[in-house]
């Protein structure tokens, strides 16, 4: 059975991801959740919702040329349970015209990331009970069991700054939110 799956954020590469992310923050009222280097790059995570970490996350490395298609970086679907993902991973693993898949513990998340058949970079995620600041990557090996998953990203995060329990982090955005967009 195909788990149910939720259209939750979107990636874009930019050029300057600070004019990018000014503008999103003055003219959308996104606030800024989260910002650091990965692969290379900088991120900027954006959400204008106190229940998602990120709606939007910009990366630069945005390759020369302009229109469609230059600017896609990721979309994002989340699911309801470990077992969804590993489904998913199932039903990727199996397609011939897949590639690059990979499982991710984000402490906030767990993902699994491909490239569907034109190479578009697509995330399936479930969120973790904690918030922890991003950008952070550990493997998950979802061969394990869910108790064994929750328990090795629990024992990561423990003595690591800026985790917090989930619903902490979403009371604190709630009120950044609202200073901002009143």
Same mark, same amino acid.
């Given at each position: 059975m195909l788990p149910e799956l939720k259209l939750r954020h979107m990636g874009m590469f930019v050029w300057d991801i600070q004019t990018m992310s000014s503008f999103y923050q #003055? /003219?959308?009222?996104?606030? /800024?959740? *989260?910002?650091?280097h990965v692969r290379d790059h900088d991120v900027v995570f954006?959400?204008?919702d106190? &229940? %998602? $970490? $990120? !709606?939007?996350?910009m990366e630069t490395g945005r390759p020369p040329g302009s229109g469609p298609g230059f600017g896609? =970086? =990721?979309? +994002?679907?989340?699911?309801? +349970?470990? =077992?969804?993902?590993?489904?998913? &991973? &199932?039903?990727? +693993?199996? !397609?011939? *015209?897949?590639t690059l898949i990979q499982t991710v513990d984000h402490g906030n998340s767990w993902s699994l990331y491909?490239?569907?058949? #034109?190479?578009?970079? /697509? #995330?399936?995620?479930?969120?973790t009970p904690w918030h922890v600041d991003q950008p952070y990557l #550990?493997?998950?090996?979802? %061969?394990?069991?869910?108790? +064994?998953?929750?328990? %090795?990203?629990?024992?990561?995060?423990?003595?690591?700054t800026g985790v917090m329990p989930m619903a902490q982090w979403q009371q604190e955005m709630a009120a950044k939110l609202k200073a901002r967009l009143g």
């Open positions: #003055e /003219v959308l009222g996104f606030v /800024v959740t *989260d910002a650091g954006l959400s204008r106190p &229940h %998602s $970490h $990120h !709606q939007l996350v896609l =970086q =990721q979309i +994002s679907f989340q699911v309801s +349970s470990l =077992q969804d993902l590993r489904v998913m &991973h &199932h039903l990727v +693993s199996a !397609q011939k *015209d897949v491909f490239r569907d058949p #034109e190479v578009n970079r /697509v #995330e399936v995620y479930l969120d #550990e493997p998950l090996d979802l %061969s394990l069991d869910d108790a +064994s998953i929750l328990q %090795s990203t629990q024992a990561r995060l423990g003595g690591k």
